[in-house]
């Protein structure tokens, strides 16, 4: 362990963060040391505690509603977590099994799921997102769908080629003449030999999907208030730049540290499975 | 090539119907406009007769047809807050901004990204290389909304180098075009790194060399050259992004373009000015793919059939 730290440490370093970063979100309530959805308005606006105005009360200050912003962090990483989760496993699971039945069956099941594919990338998903947003109005399960809409058809890309490849082996052929079924064949031997890619795609939309939450909140159709997300937390804290900064630059470095960890993460982790290329080859 | 071109020309305008579908749909979908129009005092026969105005009281489907007939004719209707512009009036009036800062901020991410890919992949495994990956890193992780905030506290209000928004002369388009190119920079700068390495290794690299080309040549001309494919390839993703870039940073900048028109009329439920401007957005987003594309083609003989 110590030699790997010392290998590559921005890859330790950033395996710490995450981890920290799922255990915040899953342990927020014993954590948090003030209800995040409470405010003291007497406390309103504290700087944090290192401030001369400052106290150990509240670590990281309190926003305009006397609110505690470190508690009000460590739920909103529980909102970035759910979101993430849910989007990433919603949008894999579909998006891997249309690319899988695409690949694997081919003709014009095939011709039409692509279709569909390319139409969902050439249009400008995000301004979709932000009308079924506010349409919809704003709760978890919209902000979920919205993203899973946005992320499906990478995965169906990359799961109909890796199929592709997967079906011109032997093996396949010769489930065939065993008699197994197309449903049995594409469970039991196309998704194995497929999942570690997708697993690896998955790992590298993490950030983004962390991103587009922050942005989508930011925007006003995120989670709800009073519930926090680190995007409407920066967004209430934007017009108090000036007068109180902690508001806006807290959860935007709670965003950039996040992201920042994972996307080191989900390179070394495509590295590490394919060492033809050094770098993470993204697009 | 042609049929190349038609085939793409055809599957966009599959794609603009389908999108107009969409928007319109999700337009009717909730809300009634009248509603949002008229104020409370407003009387039965007045309301009456705007549903009428509207063509609300038609059948959908019919009223789907008017919408398509008119749109075809150049008109999108007229927004539906206060002054009653005409919705297409309001994007000719926003475009130009928007254009500005997109090709300024794009024009900052090739200019500086691309040296910087460069300069990491020459000094392969040195502190330089490192720097500059880490710098990329950082400029994918970071969110565009909060850079550009931090970047208004910082060079507006603590350092007052700069105005915190508006629009008029340069000074208001550096922090809007740095914001937005900062991911786009961080990109590049990767992939061009990435392509020169493969690049600096390859055999023509060894000639140009051999030739006794002087380095500056071997790298800036022959290397990089190659090297510039994959860029084009990542322009797609680049379009993408500037469109959710638009939308957030013309909304934290107060810039006067379409992105900020298109959150107005969708917060304000505006459905003829948003209809338009999504229809804008997405005939621009595609003209940009089919440019790329045909660049692509044009650029790579290898595709070029």
């Known amino acids: 362990m110590m030699a790997f730290a010392r290998k590559s440490p921005l890859l330790a370093i950033s395996m710490v963060l995450c981890v920290t970063f799922v255990l915040i979100a899953l342990f927020a309530p014993w954590l948090a040391p003030h209800d995040p959805m409470v405010g003291e308005l007497l406390e309103r606006l504290m700087p944090p505690a290192w401030n001369v105005d400052g106290n150990w009360r509240h670590p990281l200050g309190t926003d305009i509603l006397g609110r505690d912003i470190l508690s009000r962090l460590m739920y909103g990483a529980q909102v970035s977590l759910a979101v993430c989760a849910l989007a990433i496993l919603i949008a894999g699971f579909i998006g891997s099994s249309l690319g899988i039945i695409a690949g694997y069956v081919g003709g014009v ?175 | 090539m042609v049929p190349y071109f038609l085939r793409r020309f055809a599957e966009m305008l599959i794609a603009l119907w389908l999108m107009s579908m969409i928007v319109f749909a999700l337009g009717r979908a909730t809300g009634d406009p009248v509603a949002l129009l008229l104020n409370e005092y407003a009387s039965d026969q007045d309301r009456i007769e705007l549903t009428q105005e509207l063509g609300l009281d038609k059948p959908v489907v019919t009223q789907y047809a008017i919408f398509i007939k008119q749109a075809l004719q150049g008109d999108l209707g007229v927004s539906v807050s206060g002054d009653r512009r005409p919705a297409l009036e309001l994007i000719a009036e926003r475009l130009p901004a928007s254009l500005l800062l997109a090709v300024t901020a794009l024009i900052v991410s090739i200019v500086i990204g691309i040296p910087l890919g460069v300069l990491a992949a020459v000094n392969r495994d040195t502190w330089i290389d490192g720097a500059a990956r880490l710098a990329a890193l950082l400029g994918q992780s970071v969110p565009v909304f909060w850079l550009g905030i931090v970047l208004m506290y910082l060079f507006s209000v603590t350092l007052g180098w700069l105005p915190t928004s508006g629009y008029g002369e340069w000074r208001h388009l550096v922090l809007p075009a740095v914001s937005m190119g900062l991911f786009t920079i961080a990109a590049i700068a990767r992939l061009v790194r990435v392509g020169m390495i493969e690049a600096l290794q390859s055999e023509y690299v060894k000639l140009a060399r051999i030739k006794g080309l002087s380095e500056t040549t071997v790298v800036w001309k022959h290397a990089l050259r190659n090297s510039l494919l994959p860029v084009l390839t990542y322009m797609g993703a680049f379009f993408a992004t500037m469109i959710t870039g638009a939308v957030v940073v013309e909304t934290v900048f107060a810039w006067p373009g379409i992105g900020r028109l298109a959150y107005e009329s969708i917060m304000n439920r505006d459905f003829p000015v948003m209809q338009a401007v999504v229809l804008t957005m997405t005939v621009l987003f595609m003209l940009a793919n089919l440019i790329v594309d045909i660049a692509y083609a044009r650029l790579d003989p290898r595709i070029r059939q």
Not at chain 1, 148 to 159: D, T
Not at chain 1, 164 to 180: E, S
Not at chain 1, 222 to 239: D, F, K, L, N, Y
Request: with cysteine; proline share 5%; net charge positive.
């Open chain 1, 109 to 283: 099941v095939d011709s039409i799921i692509m279709r569909i594919v390319d139409l969902a990338i050439s249009l400008p998903i995000i301004l979709l997102a932000l009308l079924f947003g506010v349409l919809f109005g704003p709760s978890l399960g919209n902000i979920v769908i919205i993203i899973s809409l946005v992320l499906w058809s990478q995965f169906a890309r990359m799961a109909r080629g890796e199929t592709l490849k997967v079906k011109q082996n032997d093996y396949i052929d010769l489930a065939r003449a065993a008699g197994c079924s197309a449903l049995r064949i594409m469970v039991t031997h196309v998704v194995p030999n497929v999942a570690g890619s997708l697993i690896v795609l998955a790992t590298l939309q993490v950030g983004t999907v962390i991103i587009m939450e922050a942005s989508l909140s930011f925007l006003g159709v995120g989670v709800p208030p009073p519930w926090p997300a680190w995007g409407s937390m920066i967004a209430e804290g934007r017009s108090y730049v000036v007068s109180a900064w902690w508001l806006c630059i807290f959860p935007g470095l709670a965003v950039l540290l996040t992201v920042l960890s994972v996307n080191v993460l989900g390179d070394g982790l495509t590295d590490a499975l394919n060492p033809a290329t050094r770098e993470g080859r993204r697009r």
